[in-house]
């Protein structure tokens, strides 16, 4: 097909300008594909007229006998032009025509169709068009060329809103459409609601007249008959007996075509310029605003270039015009054996990907529902398995932790890693966030040997800056909270808490408990009290010399001469970061705690839900992503510590998360040392996202920098051109269809084997949780 506009509009030119009124270009899915279709009227030219629009997209034409059912689906909407809508200077310039087919394809299900029916504009309908248009800048347009049509836009779907939907989404992706549109529904009921209404009123009118002479009007008698035929007119119109637009539509469809676009009723008002206007009489000047104008056609009718019809029946859509769903490619035989878990379905036999290489990580990009998010979930179960019978997949550490964030909010995810471990025949630590009545965390910030007060309030404040951003915790509020943290430390760790008079204060709640007092989130007073029980404590024979430290990196908040306007002015920027987390007090002081290192070290399998409880316990979206972030970077941390010459040893630390962006919303810092520095500490980073077109350009680039994707179905442009610039440096060809065309629970896979790039293949994942369900899975 024509990529330039120009050429395009050129050659559909001269092959639409025979067409007569009414022709009808529709496409619709059938059971086995799309079906492009132009339905035109018996006339003598129609054979060759066809051939000359199918050959100006160097395409094919068939007559056909019988044109397709479009009565199969039951609601029709058309579209419509928005109230107060004006046209934008919208270029078709480098517009590639095939997608407009494409995207028609992608929508549609079986039985749904979109028809455009054409006829030729009046000269008045271009002359005002070309006004119209002028009035707001627009001198370059496709409808200004020769032998442009009017066309009125149709769908049908499986229900009112998806054809409404449906006409909408197909203006949307006409190439320098320019307009604002809506879809309405082609229904009498709006009729038939207007004479019910009038039915009703005349009704009214004459009973009331009866029943108060004083309201009496000499013709009141008429109005029960008037009342009646109004009721009788609705109910010709809701039986589709008397003429109406709806009435059209259902009697051409069963002839594959729809009504031709109508012209504008009543005079058009053209727009005019602001201009001064002066008063006669008193020679005053009047500035007068520009007015837009009416619209030059009435509202469902659109004036369009010559080729855009074409466009809108091009078979060039690969998939949706009958052929595979995406380019196959053959599996590298290096992955037929079992090298590692398996990776999908080709051909009816497995294949995998490598554990030896799996240290370059792992990243499933699709959107919901393709399949990403079950393949983690496999990929999970695998590994339970086969850490526990090493030897039998090539390239397994002898030893292997492994850890799980669930952060979608659901609580889904968590079921399903637990479900493979009790399949394995494992155990598994599962840490439920949310939920208020368990007595078993992880200590994110343990006492390290010989770590001061001042040195774990640090580590605390950095792995707070790593989840709201160096911007929102400046170094004024980091100076401020690692201040606040250390002397909340030495609160919780010495029970200074039980020197408050002012209210009795629990010794046993966490250092973010503290800090929101000192921070006076919950009033100025409790916190100068709190302060002054710390700086009593601190003044006593046994106390330790860090704590009159941290009463003296205090005073100036707390000090002698500081008002509490002054304080409330300090502390204003780091309170709502505390206040933030404090709301999981139930997680920072639950009685029993393990910290990281100890997990990572016993090699244990650990699920963190920061969604929904078993209870039913929730967090709200915000805390949910806040704590999931700062788990990864607690996490790292630990990993720093305890997993030094791992890799070297044979032992590796897995980390699995369903939806990447929870755990690094703000920075890829993190993502970015686990993907390029933590090879020697045996990381293996298992990650999956639906929106790689939210997460910060740099996280996105990392995860295609993966070693191994899996790349399900995604429709986000700017996402997909970045995956098919990646699958390109492989060497082959692929092309957005390849993506934008996968099936359920297919990917394309991107994968390395013994340090060399694969060619990318596409494989079937198969259900493997139905598999797991009825005892038939196997490695």
Not at 311 to 317: D, E, K, M, Q, R
Not at 618 to 633: A, G, N
């Amino acid at each position: 097909m024509h990529t330039s506009a120009t050429d395009l509009g050129n050659v559909a030119s001269s092959a639409i300008v025979a067409l007569p009124a009414g022709a009808t270009f529709l496409t619709t899915r059938t059971d086995t594909g799309l079906e492009h279709v132009l339905v035109t009227p018996d006339f003598s030219d129609a054979e060759s007229v066809a051939f000359a629009i199918a050959r100006s997209m160097n395409a094919r034409s068939d007559e056909v006998d019988e044109v397709p059912d479009l009565t199969r689906t039951a609601h029709v909407a058309r579209l419509r032009l928005d109230r107060g809508s004006t046209p934008r200077p919208d270029t078709q310039a480098g517009a590639d025509f095939t997608v407009l087919s494409r995207v028609i394809g992608d929508m549609l299900k079986p039985g749904e169709w979109v028809a455009m029916a054409v006829r030729k504009p009046s000269k008045s309908e271009s002359r005002h068009n070309k006004i119209w248009l002028e009035h707001f800048g627009v001198r370059t347009h496709h409808s200004l060329a020769p032998n442009a049509v009017v066309m009125q836009l149709l769908a049908g779907g499986t229900d009112a809103r998806r054809a409404m939907d449906l006409t909408v989404r197909t203006a949307s992706a006409i190439p320098g459409f320019g307009l604002n549109v809506t879809g309405e529904k082609v229904s009498p009921a709006k009729l038939v609601t207007s004479f019910i209404v009038l039915a009703v009123l005349l009704a009214g009118a004459g009973i009331a007249s009866m029943l108060i002479p004083q309201i009496a009007w000499p013709w009141w008698w008429t109005s029960i008959p008037a009342a009646v035929a109004s009721a009788a007119v609705a109910v010709l119109f809701g039986r589709q007996v008397l003429p109406s637009f709806a009435r059209t539509v259902r009697r051409l469809l069963p002839w594959g075509q729809v009504p031709v676009p109508s012209r504008r009723f009543g005079r058009w008002q053209p727009p005019k310029p602001a201009r001064t206007v002066q008063n006669k009489e008193t020679g005053a000047l009047t500035e007068v605003p520009a007015q837009d104008g009416d619209y030059p056609l009435q509202e469902n009718a659109f004036l369009v270039g010559p080729h855009l019809p074409l466009a809108f029946v091009s078979p060039h859509t690969g998939a949706g015009s009958g052929s595979a769903s995406t380019a196959t490619r053959s599996v590298p035989g290096e992955l037929r054996a079992k090298v590692g878990p398996r990776a999908g379905v080709v051909d009816d036999s497995p294949v995998h990907l490598s554990y030896a290489d799996m240290w370059e990580g792992l990243a499933a990009i699709g959107q919901p529902g393709s399949g990403k998010t079950a393949l983690l979930e496999h990929l999970w179960g695998s590994l339970a398995c086969d850490r526990k019978h090493p030897g039998a997949a090539f390239g397994l550490p002898a030893r292997n932790a492994m850890v799980a964030f669930d952060t979608k909010g659901d609580g889904k995810a968590t079921e399903q890693y637990a479900k493979w471990m009790e399949f394995a025949g494992d155990e598994t630590d599962v840490f439920h966030v949310a939920d208020p009545t368990a007595l078993e965390g992880i200590e994110l910030f343990p006492d390290l040997p010989g770590q001061t007060a001042h040195e774990w309030a640090r580590d605390v404040v950095s792995a707070m800056q790593y989840i709201w951003g160096e911007e929102s915790i400046g170094a004024r509020s980091f100076d401020t909270l690692t201040n606040v943290m250390q002397a909340s430390k030495l609160i919780a760790r010495h029970g200074i808490a039980q020197r408050v008079v002012l209210r009795t204060l629990p010794t046993d709640a966490s250092p973010w408990f503290y800090a929101n007092l000192l921070l006076t989130n919950e009033g100025d007073e409790i916190g100068s009290e709190l302060f002054a029980a710390l700086a009593d404590a601190a003044v006593q024979p046994d106390a330790p010399e860090e704590m009159a430290q941290a009463v003296a990196t205090l005073s100036p908040i707390y000090g002698t001469g500081v008002t509490q306007a002054q304080r409330r002015q300090l502390v204003e920027a780091p309170r709502t970061k505390i206040s933030a987390l404090v709301s999981a007090e139930h997680w920072w002081s639950r009685p029993s705690t393990r910290t990281w290192d100890e997990l990572l070290d016993q090699d244990r399998a650990v699920v963190i839900n920061t969604g929904i409880s078993p209870w039913g316990h929730v967090l709200d979206e915000k805390l949910r992503t806040d704590l999931s972030s700062l788990m990864l970077f607690t996490l790292r941390s630990a990993i720093r510590r305890t997993c030094v010459g791992w890799f070297e040893s044979g032992r590796a630390v897995w980390v699995f998360a369903d939806e990447v962006k929870h755990i690094a919303n703000v920075s890829a810092e993190v993502i970015s040392w686990m993907r390029n520095d933590a090879r020697a500490y045996g990381l293996r980073c298992m990650f999956a996202t639906q929106t790689p077109d939210t997460l910060i350009p740099e996280l996105r680039r990392i995860l295609l920098g993966f070693g191994t994707l899996a790349l399900f179905k995604q429709k986000e442009g700017t996402t997909v051109r970045e995956i098919v610039a990646t699958l390109t440096l492989s060497g082959t060809t692929w092309d957005t269809p390849d993506l934008v065309n996968l099936r359920r629970y297919e990917a394309i896979i991107s994968t390395i084997y013994d340090g060399s790039e694969l060619e990318p293949f596409n494989a079937v994942m198969p259900d493997y949780r139905g598999e797991r369900d009825a005892g038939t899975w196997a490695a």
